[in-house]
């Protein structure tokens, strides 16, 4: 059975830092894309980041693009999304998801992890 469990999320102050981490299990990890995607009270799960299989292509919305950095370590099962400069609208339940490679649906999420930025 896969699993993804994240972890680091919590309480932290405008224009500080935060590092989510997500880990899996139950599949080799190394061959699977991952993202991390994010959902605010009263709106819809919206795209953060994704990073294929090799560590390569980083992809980023918008909105965190050269705040947010998505990385991984295959040795560790483990992708990372680093949070600099985090703003209010960052406040949120983040979950990382999985896909295999050449598939374009994200298809097994961890349970989500909540961040919270007071101004």
């Known amino acids: 059975q896969v699993q993804l469990v994240e972890s680091g999320g919590g309480l932290v102050q405008a224009g500080g830092s935060l590092r989510l981490s997500c880990t899996a299990s139950g599949r080799t990890f190394s061959s699977y894309d991952m993202a991390w995607f994010r959902q605010a009270p009263g709106k819809e799960r919206e795209f953060v980041a994704s990073i294929f299989w090799s560590g390569g292509n980083p992809s980023y919305a918008g909105s965190v693009k050269g705040r947010f950095t998505i990385s991984r370590d295959n040795a560790k099962n483990t992708v990372y999304l680093q949070m600099n400069s985090v703003k209010p609208e960052d406040t949120a339940v983040y979950y990382c998801?999985?896909?295999?490679?050449?598939?374009?649906?994200?298809?097994?999420w961890g349970q989500g992890t909540q961040v919270t930025v007071s101004s």
């Open positions: 998801a999985s896909r295999p490679r050449n598939v374009p649906r994200f298809d097994v």
